[in-house]
């Protein structure tokens, strides 16, 4: 098996039959490869990035309907570059080639790809001069968003040019018959407004596709896997977090097996301003799913005394939360299957071929194997979005659908040093004061994350005539559509001023407030 579908993990929804058409995304390392295969799922068709050198084998088996070459950083002709098996264009797939995916099918097809030596960067106006199948329905000349060194001089014999611009002659070309598509451009970038228009004519003309990747349909074949794979008899577990993952996974999986789910909420005392009592009345209350509820506060704090390393940190309430789910867990032996809300993101960031472990994520193998469970993860093919969309549709609250990702370990990795009760504390109330204001503002929703840090520093301050030697807090607000790349948000200053305003006053023990405004990369999201 490659390492974007790990041994275990759940299988693609199309490697049954009444599956979901599928359209594989074939990453050469491109920067946009993860955002393809969104575009496509927006397009209601499922979609995987795989490598770029998955097995034709492999492919040819799980029957997709097309197949997507990927941008990627490099040059055709530098040495080592990637390349497809050419064996892939005798399967009978069709198959969209995109900026250097494009110019490797120019290349391996017979075309000439130039060595230009000029970069075409940014927003580019396309020239069509044949709309065909691919380009069906847009104007004459349309903005597209450009970022290449080398260029499609001729295409091969069989295709047809389709657009043009200033310095690529062969902007999209296409050989209709044998099912080949090109575009040296990003089709899916806002920066090409008609690129979504390029895509569906790939998937519903070229590929054939039916548009049934909705969030009712996942959610009845998500059911239909869970019993098929829990079986009639079996019990279930899960870690309960309180985020928007783990109650959608835990909703679906009770959906589909009812009472023999028990959810497993660890109260480590590193949530939000009353967060833990919210979760607790939610699932006894309204969602009526079996809960037990931990309280251990006190319990993490005395294994983080003295600790300042943030790996260290995440390990820590990592292992003892494991601890405390072993605990409980024990306590459940008839239990044989442990539920996760693994996302797909999740699976890429922590380590594939083509993304570089950043930091560890604990959905992803958090918990161990010895502990003798069978893996239930009904989220690890989807992305963020469609996770929302989905608990949007089982009627989730919206306090819960939009709740912004949270850490798991919490406020731990939020405060910049030691960890202790009245830092945590400290934290918890600037933190909230933070999340009304910006819900008060309309501004929660746009953003993907906003939250208070806490820096273990002190500096000097005037309140009331008198010198104060307190904590600074640290605003951080981002956009972002995956968060594997984010922008600092620009919030409003009079926002940010009655933040600031309320912080200070009503957190004694905060003098300072300052604003995050570096973007990822280079920086992180989170600053642990």
Same mark, same amino acid.
């Given at each position: 098996m490659s390492e974007w579908a790990e041994p275990g993990s759940a299988a693609s929804p199309a490697e049954e039959d009444g599956g979901f058409d599928t359209v594989l995304v074939l990453d050469f390392g491109a920067q946009y490869g993860q955002l393809i295969a969104r575009r496509v799922r927006e397009c209601r068709v499922y979609s995987e990035l795989v490598p770029h050198d998955l097995p034709v084998e492999e492919i040819a088996a799980r029957r997709p309907k097309g197949l997507i070459f990927s941008g990627g950083p490099m040059s *055709?002709?530098?040495?080592? &570059?990637?390349?497809?098996?050419?064996?892939?264009?005798d399967l009978g797939i069709p198959i969209l080639g995109i900026c250097y995916g494009a110019q490797l099918m120019a290349l391996q097809l017979g075309g000439t790809v130039a060595k230009t030596g000029v970069r075409e960067f940014g927003k580019t106006t396309l020239r069509v001069t044949s709309n065909g199948l691919l380009l069906d329905g847009l104007a004459g000349e349309e903005q597209c968003w450009m970022s290449h060194g080398d260029a499609i001089a001729a295409a091969p014999e069989g295709f047809s040019t389709l657009a043009a611009t200033d310095r690529a002659p062969v902007a999209a070309m296409e050989d209709r018959e044998r099912g080949f598509y090109a575009v040296q451009f990003h089709p899916e970038v806002v920066h090409t407004p008609r690129g979504i228009d390029v895509l569906k004519n790939f998937l519903y003309e070229a590929c054939d596709c039916t548009p049934n990747w909705t969030p009712a349909s996942i959610i009845e074949e998500q059911v239909r896997r869970i019993r098929e794979q829990v079986g009639l008899t079996d019990k279930a577990i899960l870690g309960l977090s309180g985020g928007v993952d783990s109650t959608v996974a835990a909703v679906l999986v009770h959906k589909a097996i009812g009472e023999r789910l028990t959810c497993v909420f660890v109260d480590q005392g590193m949530m939000r301003w009353k967060?833990? %009592?919210?979760?607790?009345?939610?699932?006894?209350?309204?969602?009526?799913?079996?809960? *037990?509820? /931990?309280?251990?506060?006190?319990?993490f704090l005395d294994k983080l005394v003295g600790v300042t390393d943030p790996e260290q940190k995440r390990k820590i309430i990592g292992e003892e939360f494991i601890r405390c789910f072993e605990e409980e867990a024990r306590k459940h032996s008839d239990a044989r299957f442990l539920v996760q809300g693994t996302l797909y993101s999740d699976v890429i960031e922590s380590g594939t071929r083509q993304a570089a472990k950043i930091k560890s994520h604990?959905? *992803?193998?958090?918990?161990? %194997?010895?502990?003798?469970?069978?893996?239930?993860?009904?989220? #690890?093919?989807?992305?963020?979005?469609?996770?929302? &969309?989905?608990? %949007? %549709?089982?009627?989730?609250?919206? #306090?819960?659908?939009?709740?912004?990702?949270?850490?798991?370990?919490?406020?731990?990795?939020?405060?910049?040093?030691?960890?202790?009760?009245?830092?945590?504390? /400290?934290?918890?109330?600037?933190? &909230?004061?933070?999340?009304?204001? *910006?819900?008060?503002?309309?501004?929660?929703?746009?953003l993907w994350q906003c939250f208070a840090i806490l820096p273990v520093i002190r500096s000097v301050g005037v309140q009331g005539d008198e010198r104060t030697y307190a904590y600074p807090i640290a605003i951080r607000a981002v956009t972002s559509d995956d968060a594997m790349t984010a922008d600092w948000a620009r919030l409003p200053y009079d926002l940010l001023e009655k933040v600031s305003s309320r912080i200070i006053n009503e957190v004694p023990e905060v003098n300072r407030v300052v604003y995050d405004i570096s973007s990822k990369p280079p920086s992180t999201i989170e600053w642990e």
């Open positions: *055709v002709y530098v040495d080592g &570059a990637p390349r497809p098996d050419p064996r892939l264009y967060e833990a %009592e919210n979760v607790i009345e939610m699932f006894t209350r309204h969602l009526g799913i079996p809960l *037990v509820a /931990i309280d251990a506060k006190q319990r604990h959905n *992803v193998g958090g918990l161990p %194997e010895k502990m003798g469970f069978e893996l239930v993860e009904p989220l #690890r093919l989807l992305f963020k979005d469609e996770v929302r &969309a989905i608990g %949007e %549709e089982l009627g989730l609250p919206e #306090r819960i659908v939009w709740r912004q990702p949270f850490p798991g370990p919490g406020l731990g990795i939020r405060i910049i040093g030691e960890i202790t009760a009245e830092r945590v504390d /400290i934290l918890q109330r600037a933190d &909230a004061i933070l999340q009304d204001e *910006v819900k008060k503002a309309g501004l929660y929703r746009e």
